[in-house]
């Protein structure tokens, strides 16, 4: 069992579906996050969770709708997306937030592709 | 604003060494982060450096000039299966991970 793990891998959806991404980490972590990685770019901080409250937004659109229901569940809701929503969507835990030193664990992601 | 740059390609042969640049303007600086990346898996850590110089770990190593806002990751004896994205991250003033669009290494035999 890898340390955080995300379902499904790959994931095509039209644009007036309604689909969610989920999250589990297994490693004990109180922090959760949702990134955005598209190619050739950074990776994009969407949301985070502390403790299961969101302590992070960076200006995401409506369509993308968390829920952090316990420390170890993270889900991603979707809902009418556009095609440049299209990307590698990927979970990431780490022990807490404020520390320098923490790194983050990272699922292998969802290959998301809006049609 | 904040930025991470790094090169967006580089292409090594195998058993040499290969030297992958980072620099950063953050507001703040609380740790610099690599990770590596091969295609279609999951970031994982490589190093963290908070203070200045060099931190090794076997073959990796990564320096870090806080002054010049500056790193880099060494890889020596280059293996086919170091071929992988590396990514650069800098922790800010807010514990907010900034990251770099990361490095492909390409390794040729």
């Known amino acids: 069992e890898t340390g955080v793990t995300q379902t499904p891998r790959h994931l095509v959806m039209g644009m007036t579906n309604k689909k969610s991404l989920k999250c589990e980490q297994h490693?004990?972590?109180?922090?959760m996050y949702w990134y955005k990685q598209s190619a050739k770019k950074p990776l994009e901080l969407m949301f985070v969770?502390?403790?299961?409250?969101?302590?992070e937004n960076n200006s995401v659109p409506s369509r993308f709708s968390p829920e952090c229901p316990n420390s170890s569940h993270l889900f991603l809701h979707l809902h009418t997306l556009q095609p440049e929503d299209s990307a590698l969507y990927l979970c990431?835990?780490?022990?807490?937030?404020?520390?320098?030193?923490?790194?983050?664990?990272f699922g292998q992601g969802t290959r998301l592709t809006v049609v | 604003g904040q930025n991470i740059d790094q090169p967006t390609e580089m292409t090594a042969t195998e058993g040499a060494i290969v030297q992958i640049n980072c620099t950063y303007q953050?507001?703040?600086?609380?740790?610099l982060f690599w990770y590596q990346q091969h295609a279609g898996e999951a970031p994982t850590f490589l190093s963290y450096n908070v203070l200045d110089g060099l931190e090794e770990k076997g073959r990796f190593s990564s320096f870090l000039s806080r002054s010049k806002g500056y790193s880099y990751l060494l890889l020596k004896e280059l293996q086919m299966k170091d071929s992988a994205s590396y990514l650069c991250a800098v922790k800010d003033s807010n514990y907010q991970l900034i990251w770099g669009a990361g490095t492909k290494l390409i390794i040729k035999p």
């Open positions: 969770y502390s403790l299961e409250e969101r302590v």
């Open positions: 490693l004990g972590h109180n922090a």
């Open positions: 953050t507001s703040g600086f609380n740790g």
């Open positions: 990431a835990s780490s022990q807490e937030i404020g520390q320098g030193s923490t790194e983050a664990f």
